[in-house]
T-cell receptor, first 113, second 116 residues
Framework: AQSVTQLDSHVSVSEGTPVLLRCNYSSSYSPSLFWYVQHPNKGLQLLLKYTSAATLVKGINGFEAEFKKSETSFHLTKPSAHMSDAAEYFCVVSDGGYQKVTFGTGTKLQVIP | GAVVSQHPSRVICKSGTSVKIECRSLDFQATTMFWYRQFPKQSLMLMATSNEGSKATYEQGVEKDKFLINHASLTLSTLTVTSAHPEDSSFYIC????????????FGSGTRLTVV
């Protein structure tokens, strides 16, 4: 069984300040973990993924996430928020292969000018 | 990279009619595709797993006679919402993975269905 918890439903930051979106997971196996972004009325775009290689994963648009097995966490960070980062972010876990995945409930990021 | 095309992006239909949504993997073969549904302000919920050449596997609570899934080829899966009702209005998204991209899923751009 697998599950994922996004600890914050809404996060608000000022433009130019750091972003932290939190995600904790549980998995029976070595998981694959992903972060996706969804802009309003758009599909999902993959930001980054962890698949048992380096624990610090760099993604697109300056985002990165660190896999911490001891904390069962995969938090998403960005040093400096941009207005275009305002969107909904989903943390996703998979038990491997390309079987079905489990989505977190999402975190809506608001960027204040 | 892997690209998944979903069509149409938006559709409005009358109550009682059927709507077909297509999901195509453009540059890879997908033996398995997934269909999700997203209600406003909620996360994505898996509806069914579409397997090429066999019957789809539906999640608990999803009516298989209402949401018909056909995966006739390695690059195409279709979801047909039959006898649509206003409560079927939602955002539907498909995804597909590749054998070389462990756990990597590419999502379609989604279909906004409005039943009036």
């Amino acid at each position: 069984a697998q599950s994922v918890t996004q600890l914050d439903s809404h996060v608000s930051v000022s433009e130019g300040t750091p972003v932290l979106l939190r995600c904790n997971y549980s998995s029976s196996y070595s998981p694959s973990l992903f972060w996706y972004v969804q802009h309003p009325n758009k599909g999902l775009q993959l930001l980054l993924k962890y698949t048992s290689a380096a624990t610090l994963v760099k993604g697109i648009n300056g985002f990165e996430a660190e896999f911490k097995k001891s904390e069962t966490s995969f938090h998403l960070t960005k040093p400096s928020a941009h207005m275009s980062d305002a969107a909904e972010y989903f943390c996703v876990v998979s038990d491997g292969g390309y079987q079905k995945v489990t989505f977190g409930t999402g975190t809506k990021l608001q960027v204040i000018p | 990279g892997a690209v998944v095309s979903q069509h149409p992006s938006r559709v409005i239909c009358k109550s009682g009619t059927s709507v077909k949504i297509e999901c195509r993997s453009l540059d890879f073969q997908a033996t398995t595709m997934f269909w999700y549904r997203q209600f406003p302000k909620q996360s994505l919920m898996l509806m069914a797993t579409s397997n090429e050449g066999s019957k789809a596997t539906y999640e608990q609570g999803v009516e298989k006679d209402k949401f018909l899934i056909n995966h006739a080829s390695l690059t195409l899966s279709t979801l047909t919402v039959t006898s649509a009702h206003p409560e079927d209005s939602s955002f539907y998204i498909c995804s597909a993975g590749t054998p070389t991209l462990r756990g990597g899923y590419t999502f379609g751009s989604g279909t906004r269905l409005t039943v009036v």
